[in-house]
């Protein structure tokens, strides 16, 4: 059998990773991994995670498995923090997943054992592994327009002329919030022409929230996911905790299945069951246990939402702080996008070529489609990208 293994498609950005650390310029700068960085280049535990942990430690007295769908006061404390009181809870099925990926892959399996002909309409561009997952799983993906190379916003015209052929009960894939890798989000505005095109033509969204919190804030980073889930039928809610409480390794996902028919919910919620248990039978706990202490002691809670907030003020000031320094460099404004871009990541819209002239001549490593990590620069590097995007033309 092992012989006829083969070998997977290469991780293009593990590989960047490889190549920073073989490189021994000592202003090489990392915008490649999709992980938050403080000003030292470290990804640190938050307050009140450590305080948690200590609580737990403290407290626990057993490590026995939990339910299939994981801890309940787990599930009920991400609700009440994506959705607050936007939809009845006896609307909402829910389960524990080891990360967001797990809450993604498991809700591709939910719709390919529903509708196995339901296409999956993914942004162009979208991260890579939810075009990966669905290669996988053998689901067909169809791509709508969503990145504007000229303005570097949102093609919105684009989008919505191509999820116009999607047909009913195809499912379209939404970012809740700091669109990755392009940084560029919907508004308001745009967000409900979405939802009514949705509903008219019989669509199922699918909201995959990583970020909420490092965008314009907590309740302001929901409005997306809340809108849709008010408003559609049928929602799929894929949601991590890896970024906004910091606990990449614990594994920390949520999966929801919104319904407006609450006396669905137990079949709903009998069915992600299910799914855990094919795949990994009890969901991690830990990084659930962490979430959930955190979010029922208002001190600790507090505490975190106001760290949270430092990080994504931080992350704006090194967005102005980049697009002031690009407007000195070349007098020109075409570079203000960055600045109104949100969330770590944001996509420059130049060529792999240019991406590579910068990594050769500057020590700057993005992501071949010139998706660059904001989180991974500081003030002292600032300028120094500045100047590479410069005089690489880009």
């Known amino acids: ?37 403080n000003a030292e280049g470290v990804t640190p535990v938050m ?40 939809v009845a809870r006896e609307n909402i099925a829910a389960v524990a997943t080891p990360g967001g990926t797990g809450a993604v892959r498991q809700a591709f399996e939910l719709v390919r054992n529903t509708n196995p002909d339901a296409r999956v309409f993914v942004s162009d561009p979208t991260w890579p592994n939810h075009v990966s997952i669905l290669k996988y799983l053998n689901m067909e993906t169809v791509t709508y327009r969503y990145f504007d190379r000229e303005t570097r916003g ?15 009960g195809d499912v379209v894939l939404l970012h809740g919030c700091c669109h990755n ?22 669509l199922i969204p699918m909201v995959d929230i990583a970020y909420q919190g490092f965008g314009d804030g907590l309740e302001e980073d929901a409005m997306g996911v809340r809108l849709v889930a008010s408003s559609c039928p049928e929602v799929l809610i894929a949601a991590s905790c890896s970024k906004n409480f910091g606990i990449y390794r614990e594994r920390t996902g949520l999966l929801l299945a919104v319904s407006q028919d609450a006396s669905a919910q137990a079949l709903h919620q009998g069915n992600l ?27 600790l809670r507090g505490d975190w939402a106001a760290e949270l907030e430092e990080t994504r003020l931080g992350m704006l000031g090194l967005r102005q702080q980049l697009a002031d320094e690009l407007q000195r460099l070349t007098g020109s404004d075409r570079f203000a996008f960055l600045a109104q871009h949100r969330g770590m990541f944001s996509l420059l819209g130049t060529t792999p070529d240019l991406v590579e002239k910068m990594r050769v001549d500057n020590g700057i490593y993005m992501v071949g489609d010139s998706r660059m990590n904001i989180a991974g620069l500081n003030k002292q590097s600032v300028p120094i990208l500045a100047q590479a995007i410069v005089d690489a033309g880009v």
């Open 154 to 168: 949102v093609n919105f015209d684009g989008m919505i002329e191509d999820l116009k052929a999607a047909k009913t």
């Open 273 to 299: 069951n299910f799914l855990n248990r094919q795949n990994y039978s009890f969901p991690p706990d830990h990084g659930a246990r962490i979430v959930s202490t955190i979010m029922n002691d208002d001190a």
């Open 181 to 202: 890798p392009t940084g560029a989000n919907l508004n308001e505005v745009q967000w409900r022409e979405v939802i009514a095109l949705i509903n008219a033509q019989g």
């Open 47 to 86: 307050r009140a995670v450590k305080a948690a942990e200590q609580q737990i430690w403290e407290e626990q007295g057993s490590k026995s498995y939990v339910g299939l769908a994981g801890d309940p006061a787990y599930s009920a404390a991400m609700i009440q923090l994506i959705l607050g009181d936007t």
């Open 1 to 37: 059998m092992f012989e006829n293994l083969k070998a997977p498609p290469a991780d293009k950005i593990l590989a960047l990773m490889q190549m920073f650390r073989e490189d021994p310029r000592e202003n090489k700068v990392d915008l490649g991994v999709g992980v938050y960085k």
